[in-house]
């Protein structure tokens, strides 16, 4: 057996991709603002290229071979006709055009001090993770004073920014001049990568004039997937849309630069090509109207997909759906223990356990897949030792299936009494908002649970619906056991007390019970202790004429423990 190093991850470093390297990952230049011909085949070059990847399930990509379910899908690129803002970035641009030489792209401060901030850097301690962020905030505060720069002694002029994206130089006279993309690239090339350090930047992973973008990555197809309309009609992903609007754009441009148009008018659609830009990485930016669908419906663009309750952390990481779950109202029942939850018949025939098949418990499982889907205990799978899964339920000889059943056959069986389920309410704001419960499976149509244990959860029983949970591996199960047991979550860390105890009825009841003027007959004493369990020698009555009685504390002492002590 081969031993396999096991590798440790140490960190996770992020960067911004130059533009070589958008090229080198790109598979084709996407030009066409088209995406489809006549034919209803991606045009070559288009947004919809073979080479990006596929969607129809019996085509295979241009690029790896691979049909759809095995292609990554592969980043195409678009050659901007003249270099943008990313959005992203604009605070970081004003940022270092502020803080440096406009001429020398040197840090606006005497060489000293900037040979002084490098040696507090270099002696940076783990103890002090904020020293680097301190040094930048002083040093932006101190540069944005300097009217000459210390290197060359050439003036400076005062930058004014205007959200999202314009920059504009105020000379000396009061004038103001506009800083275009291309002199604002220009002017971050000039930075040397030793004041980038102490801006914050590490000049070996990210340049800033990277900010500025001269080619425009294309995601895969399979990021914006076109779906084909019940009446045929191809219907685009936002994505592919936008995309779309940022070539029209841009080839108008490179027409327009070609032809020799006036440069107010190529300077217009320039910065149509940024707004396109703009909305295509983030369409909420203030500032700026927001890019709508024909249909008037803004359009859903990078930015959004990530962002918010629906975006992919929230939505699609955080909080997906799961197999193995259900979910339906709650309902009372004092009879189940407080680690037990009552989960409906029709439930428990629907949730599955995977259990291997052993020598041991072969004849109980014969039985289930005899019982089959219908009848609880039954089971709904059986995964042959060759990875084939037969369902119960078309299985037309189950008896012979039941008896080919060997050591390697997986049954799926029911949901049964004992087994282990994490049951949850939301919103889970602690964590006994997941608790292990063992299944007593119980008629009708909702999850039962003890009383005492709605605190936790903050539950009550107007209509109040929870989710339950089956763990489908051996770990998974051990886990619940060990670490989320009802027993185990009694006492809250919130406040170091217990979390359930008798609550309502219960004190209710026990008070009523321990009342002095409470009197129990013999039948009624011994058919109350039984129901709780207690075996053992019945006490003397406290009442021997007419008939023999007992108090409602006789009663309650049985249960307390024989070396139970304690003196109010």
Not at 447 to 453: E, G
Request: net charge negative.
């Amino acid at each position: 057996m081969i031993e396999e190093g096991v590798k440790t991850i140490d960190a996770i470093k992020f960067s911004v991709f130059s533009p070589n390297e958008i090229r080198k990952y790109s598979v084709a230049e996407i030009s066409a603002p088209e995406t489809y011909d006549e034919d209803g085949m991606p045009v070559t070059g288009g947004l919809m290229d073979s080479r990006l990847g596929t969607l129809e399930p019996g085509q295979k990509c241009a690029t790896c071979g691979n049909t759809s379910a095995r292609c990554p899908g592969h980043f195409g690129h678009i050659e901007l006709a003249e270099p943008v803002l990313h959005i992203a970035f604009v605070e970081d641009i004003r940022k270092i055009l502020v803080s440096t030489c406009r001429y020398c792209g040197r840090l606006l401060l005497p060489q000293e001090e900037i040979d002084a901030y490098h040696a507090k850097l270099a002696e940076k301690k783990p103890s002090a993770p904020t020293l680097a962020e301190e040094i930048t905030k002083e040093i932006l505060a101190k540069t944005k004073k300097v009217k000459v720069c210390p290197h060359c002694n050439k003036p400076q002029y005062e930058i004014e920014f205007t959200k999202p994206t314009t920059f504009h130089e105020i000379t000396e006279w009061g004038g103001a001049t506009r800083l275009l993309p291309a002199a604002i690239r220009e002017r971050l090339e000039r930075v040397p990568d030793d004041d980038l350090r102490l801006l914050g930047y590490d000049p070996s992973s990210t340049r800033p004039e990277w900010f500025v973008l001269q080619v425009l990555p294309v995601p895969p197809v399979c990021v914006r997937p076109s779906i084909t309309l019940e009446s045929g009609i191809r219907s685009e992903d936002d994505l592919t849309h936008k995309l779309v609007d940022i070539l029209r754009v841009n080839q108008r441009v490179k027409e327009s630069k070609e032809s020799g148009t006036p440069p107010l008018i190529v300077q217009d659609l320039v910065d149509l090509l940024q707004y396109q830009v703009t909305t295509y990485f983030d369409n909420e930016v203030s500032g700026i109207p927001q890019a709508h669908h024909r249909s008037g419906r803004p359009l859903k663009t990078l930015s959004q997909r990530l962002k918010g309750k629906e975006g992919r952390f929230r939505g699609s990481l955080s909080g997906k759906r799961v197999d193995f779950s259900s979910r339906t109202v709650i309902s009372p029942d004092a009879n189940l223990d407080i680690c037990e939850v009552g989960v409906p018949y029709e439930v428990a025939k629907k949730l599955t356990i995977p259990e291997k098949v052993a020598p041991w418990n072969i004849e109980f499982l014969k039985q289930l897949v005899l019982n089959g889907p219908e009848k609880h205990p039954g089971a709904n799978y059986v995964t042959r030792p060759d990875g084939v899964k037969i369902r119960l339920d078309y299985a037309s000889d189950r008896s012979a299936l039941a008896e080919s059943l060997g050591p390697g056959y997986i049954v799926e069986r029911h949901l049964m009494d004992g087994d282990i389920v994490l049951f949850n309410r939301q919103p889970s704001l602690h964590r006994m908002s997941i608790m292990a419960h063992f299944v007593k499976v119980l008629p009708y149509r909702t999850f039962r649970l003890n009383p005492a244990v709605c605190p936790p959860y903050n539950a009550d029983f107007d209509g109040d619906e929870m989710n339950l949970h089956v763990p489908q591996s051996e770990e998974a199960r051990a886990e619940a056991l060990m670490l989320m047991r009802v027993q185990d979550q009694i006492i809250s860390p919130r406040y170091g007390g217990p979390i359930i105890g008798a609550i309502r009825d219960y004190l209710t009841a026990a008070y009523l019970l321990t009342h002095d003027s409470t009197r129990l007959t013999k039948e009624e004493f011994t058919n109350l202790a039984l129901a709780g369990g207690y075996v053992g020698p019945l006490p003397e009555p406290i009442e021997k004429t007419p008939e023999p009685l007992y108090s409602g504390k006789q009663l309650f002492s049985l249960f307390l423990p024989k070396d139970f002590n304690y003196v109010m």
